[in-house]
Structures are given as C-alpha cells and as structure tokens.
C-alpha cells in the first residue's frame, strides 16, 4: 500500500460544488489509475469513476456523468474530484482509491473525506 | 447496478463463513477481476482478495476466494474477532467500469 493523502471535511449548501483532493506519494503517479469511490450514512460503497493520471482520461459511472468531474495535477501528483449542483443526497465519505498494482483490484485508499450537504 | 451480497452473516470464532457476491456476464461472470474489501467502520477499506483467488502479500491465508459463472464467493476460515467488519466484493464491468457489492455486515457471535 502506498500513502494517499486526501484534503478534509467539508460542509456545503444545497446548489454549491465541492473539490476534493487526493495526494498521492512513494510510487510512480502516472503509471496507476485514480479512482473514487464514496459511502453515504448508512449505505454501501459506490464506484463514482476514475481518471488515467498519465493521459488526464477519465471515465465515470453513468449516474455521475455530468455532475463530477475528475483532474489530475502531475507536478504534484495530486487527482482533483468535483461535485457540482450537489443535493443532500450526494453526503457521504468520498475515497480516492488506486489500481494497477493488483491488476483491477483498489490496493490502496485515501483516509476518506466526508462531505456534508445541508442547508 | 451493484452486486449482490447478503446483508449480514455471522459465525462463532474458529467458525468458518461464505459470502456470495451476484452479479452478471457483464461484470462478474464476464472477469477474473473480482476482489473483495474488508471495511471497519471509520477506516479506509483494505483489499482482502484480487482476480477472484489471490491474496495480497500479508493478508492470513484465511481469508480464500472462489468464483463460478456469475457468482464469487469470499470465505473467512478460523474466525476470529477482529474479523467483525462490512465486507465488499467488487468486479470489473468493462470499458473502464467498475461496480461493488451491496456489502454484507459480518458478527462474530
């Protein structure tokens, strides 16, 4: 496993956006995938998408498409995820995750950020 | 649309336990990259299992995976009480797609 820092707590009204940021460390930071996932109160854990960090690709699941966003900063190997128009529905612990390392398996996950929606 | 995992499940310690994990041709049925995920509440998830069957360096050898047509399994032999956790599988769903379980919440009685 290697250290993915991410940035902290956050509490946003209804119709606001969020960043979340994710610093990774002790590993190549192009060669492997970035991915997030998150965890609303009470429920499981849910694939939001994930960016190729050598290219700046991203992929994200369909229900995210439009709303989320995916970014890469090489020079600080950090991966960025943007929430915008966001609901109280979209409270959860967001989680940066990576792969490659175990093929498609997450070998690696940030400590988690909540994020809180609420007016 | 997630995986299919029982809500919870529970053994005594030294007991051994399965979890199944449902899916379709399109994900786990399609893949031999399943794995499955250990989560204390609070904590970051840790991978238990990668490709179905292996086990990342320093998981115990009790923990095993196994997969038939759609449906993987994740059994935990020898229980024990730090094993009380959420258990998630997870699956490649092609395209740069991935999906988890519904998660299974496991007691150690």
């Known amino acids: 496993q290697v250290p993915l820092v991410q940035s902290g707590a956050d509490v946003k009204k209804p119709g606001a956006s969020v960043k979340v940021s994710c610093e990774a460390s002790?590993?190549?930071?192009?060669?492997?995938?970035m991915h997030w996932v998150r965890q609303a109160p009470g429920q499981g854990l849910e694939w939001m998408g994930l960016?190729?960090?050598?290219?700046?690709?991203?992929t994200l699941a369909q229900r995210f498409q439009g709303r989320v966003s995916i970014t890469r900063d090489t020079s600080t190997s950090t991966v960025h995820m943007e929430v915008i128009s966001l609901r109280a529905e979209d409270t959860a612990v967001y989680y940066c995750?990576?792969?490659?390392?175990?093929?498609?398996?997450?070998?690696?996950w940030g400590q988690g950020t909540l994020v809180t929606v609420s007016s | 649309s997630a995986l299919t995992q029982p809500p919870s499940a529970s053994g005594s310690p030294g007991q051994s336990l399965t979890i199944s994990c449902t899916g379709t041709?399109?994900?786990?049925?399609?893949?031999?990259?399943v794995s499955w995920y250990q989560h204390h509440p609070g904590k970051a998830p840790k991978i238990l299992i990668y490709?179905?069957?292996k086990r990342p360096s320093g998981v115990p050898d009790r923990f095993s995976g196994s997969k038939s047509g759609s449906t993987a399994s994740l059994t935990v032999s020898g229980l024990q009480a730090e094993d009380e956790a959420d258990y998630y599988c997870s699956s490649y769903a092609g395209d740069n797609n991935y999906v988890f379980g519904t998660g299974t919440k496991v007691t150690v009685l």
């Open positions: 995750a990576r792969s490659g390392y175990y093929s498609e398996a997450f070998d690696s």
């Open positions: 960016i190729n960090p050598a290219d700046g690709s991203t």
């Open positions: 041709p399109r994900d786990v049925g399609g893949y031999y990259y």
């Open positions: 002790g590993y190549a930071f192009p060669s492997y995938y």
């Open positions: 490709e179905v069957s």
